[in-house]
């Protein structure tokens, strides 16, 4: 009995086991990027693979220089020269669904020994799917907690884009890129959170002694992300002082946040002669920020519920009345989180803590984030459409067609004018503007998939081939100019419905007639110019065309006449051989002739004689007496 209670417990202990490894959560999706790097890398002291540079669509990998101990130990970068345009991005897919930590860090060009560069940081602004979440400031690489941005954002379609925009002053350098999935829920502020949101974080700050440090560092949950807490050890002025312990925290790492316990083992309190706690930062105006604050009590001079109560006020508003730690966890050494969501109309953001009770106020950590509402994108379709003609008219470089045409707003793409259609609640391309660009190539038939143009000039270029007969299903086109190409064929009859206003097909190769809708266009105000197309007819101003032929005509007589000739060939072939055959037989009888008229003469002689003879015979007999006698 005792053997088989052992036995139970034992089967039991292994099926809980079992069941918390089955119901256990998985690890997080992970992906590093070591810019400019050709093999995977293991950087100290947590042994972090980073995967070798992929995913990038241009820029020149180079080696790097790490402006702060923050950086990952890496050694090499990607830099994106002016030369290869305004907008480059890494274009990550197969990123599982979820909610993401996208980190990128910067860098400057060559080692710190060789080639320092501190004075010539370059300045560029980073956008995640389509958003502009950062722009770098001057002096960023001096300052530990500036030499990377940080963002929160939901992933949904299968990949990641991170673009980089060049604003004139030096060219993007990037050393690495983090996407760091988290809960789905982390850091929900309230109904306006959600997949249109995007958190970019402005600051994290450890309060009391200690070291910056990453949440790897702080043997923290995977799931928080990883993040980087600056420490704090004083708000300055005397105001405070620096407390600590080493008893365990209480409800600090649990989802959806997963904060590490060690955050709230340090802390600021204030003094008797600065009673309150404040604490102040710049900011950009203007702008929504969700603000956290992290409490735990951990000064040993509070013992219990009612010793320490304290009001937070933000920018002068008080947003939290009586904050009593231990009556609200509960219990001291207990984790408190507090979030609000406010705007900002000014470049400050002030926090003080007020005290109420026992003289003095207390914080662990403070955490700040700037709202950001996600851009919408661009129809997929015809970001597809312009990759497609991308290709086929080879653009240059310099274009810079990377990313999303139309978002952020501030870097679309050259060329290409955007239009947000409330139906779909998408941008659209609503105009093409790539004139005297030395573009060659092709238009491709996907150009038709650009359904919202009104306005395309492809002027003065090197454009050959036909122009798409699909054109024309671009209903709301009123402005075609393919003047100065090489344009051949004819000029598709599905041109003839459109309400253009303007069409120029001058100075190319086209032939055949006009056709007949495009010409009454004409005495509707239209402006159409067709010269220097020396095959084209149909209209004043151009040759009369007779009896025109349609293309399909022309290679139908064309085809007959091919037939035709050959018939010819044909014929004349088997006449002459027939012919031949006649002379060589007449040949043949002239040389046997003499030898036919002897054999004839002799044959007559002989009948002649034949018959000589038998009438002398006869008369012989008839006279035979007298010739006796």
Not at 232 to 242: E, H, P, R, W
Request: glycine residues 10%; charged residues 15%.
């Amino acid at each position: 009995m005792f053997r088989f209670l052992l036995l139970l417990q034992s089967w039991l202990l292994m099926f809980c086991l079992s069941l918390f490894t089955c119901l256990a959560k998985p690890a997080p999706w992970v992906m590093r990027i070591s810019c400019g790097a050709r093999v995977n890398v293991h950087t100290a002291p947590t042994n972090t693979l980073w995967y070798k540079d992929f995913a990038y669509t241009g820029g020149i990998p180079t080696n790097a220089t790490l402006p702060s101990y923050v950086s990952p130990p890496l050694k090499t970068l990607r830099y994106f020269p002016l030369s290869e345009g305004l907008n480059n991005c890494y274009n990550i897919k197969r990123v599982p669904k979820g909610h993401y930590s996208v980190r990128v860090f910067f860098a400057l060009v060559g080692h710190r020994d060789t080639n320092p560069n501190f004075d010539n940081e370059p300045l560029f602004d980073i956008s995640v799917e389509g958003t502009q979440i950062y722009s770098l400031q001057s002096g960023w690489s001096s300052h530990d907690d500036q030499v990377f941005t940080e963002a929160q954002v939901f992933l949904t379609d299968g990949t990641a884009s991170i673009c980089f925009h060049s604003t004139g002053h030096g060219d993007p350098t990037i050393l690495s890129i983090e996407i760091l999935q988290v809960d789905d829920r982390a850091y929900y502020f309230g109904p306006e959170w959600g997949q249109g949101i995007i958190l970019r974080t402005v600051g994290r700050y450890s309060c009391g002694n200690g070291k910056s440090k990453f949440g790897v560092d702080y043997s923290g949950d995977k799931w928080g992300g990883d993040r980087f807490w600056s420490h704090m050890i004083t708000f300055g002025q005397n105001s405070d002082k620096a407390i600590s312990t080493e008893n365990s925290i209480k409800q600090a790492s649990k989802a959806p946040n997963f904060y590490p316990e060690a955050l709230y083992q340090t802390a600021l309190v204030s003094t008797d002669a600065q009673p309150d706690l404040t604490y102040t930062m710049d900011l950009d105006p203007n702008r929504n920020y969700s603000i956290w604050l992290h409490f735990a009590e951990i000064d040993v001079k509070v013992t219990g519920v009612g010793k320490r109560v304290f009001d937070i006020l933000i920018n002068g508003d008080t947003k939290f009345k009586e904050v009593d730690i231990a009556k609200m966890t509960g219990d001291r050494y207990t984790a408190l989180v507090l979030n609000t969501t406010l705007f900002v109309d000014g470049r400050t953001l002030t926090i003080s803590l007020h005290p109420k009770e026992g003289n003095h106020a207390i914080i662990n950590a403070i955490e700040v984030f700037e709202v950001i509402a996600s851009e919408s994108k661009t129809i997929l379709e015809e970001v597809r459409a312009l990759q497609t003609l991308k290709s086929a008219l080879a653009l240059p470089l310099r274009f810079g067609w990377n990313g999303d045409p139309c978002v952020p707003q501030q870097h679309p793409w050259t060329g290409a004018d955007c239009l947000f259609d409330r139906t779909s609640s998408k941008w659209a391309i609503d105009g093409l503007g790539l004139d005297n660009q030395g573009l060659r190539g092709f238009l491709p038939n996907d150009i038709s998939r650009l359904r919202h143009l009104q306005n395309i000039n492809l002027s003065g270029n090197s454009i050959h081939g036909i122009i798409p007969s699909n054109i024309g299903s671009i209903t709301g086109l009123e402005v075609l100019d393919l003047s100065y190409n090489f344009f051949n064929g004819s000029i598709p009859e599905s041109l003839g419905p459109l309400a253009l206003r303007k069409l120029n097909l001058n100075g190319n190769s086209l032939s055949g007639r006009v056709p007949a809708a495009l010409g009454g266009r004409l005495l509707h105000g239209a402006s159409f110019n067709f010269t220097d197309n020396a095959g084209l007819c149909g209209i004043p101003g151009l040759r009369a065309c007779g009896h025109h032929l349609s293309a399909s005509a022309k290679i139908g007589i064309a085809f007959g006449a091919l037939v035709a000739l050959l018939l010819m060939v044909t014929c004349s072939m088997c006449w002459w051989k027939r012919r031949q055959n006649i002379l060589r037989a007449q040949h043949i009888a002239a040389r046997g002739a003499p030898y036919a008229k002897a054999r004839t003469h002799v044959g007559n002689d002989i009948q002649m004689g034949r018959h000589y003879n038998h009438g002398h015979a006869r008369t012989a007999a008839e006279n035979g007496p007298s010739l006796l006698s």
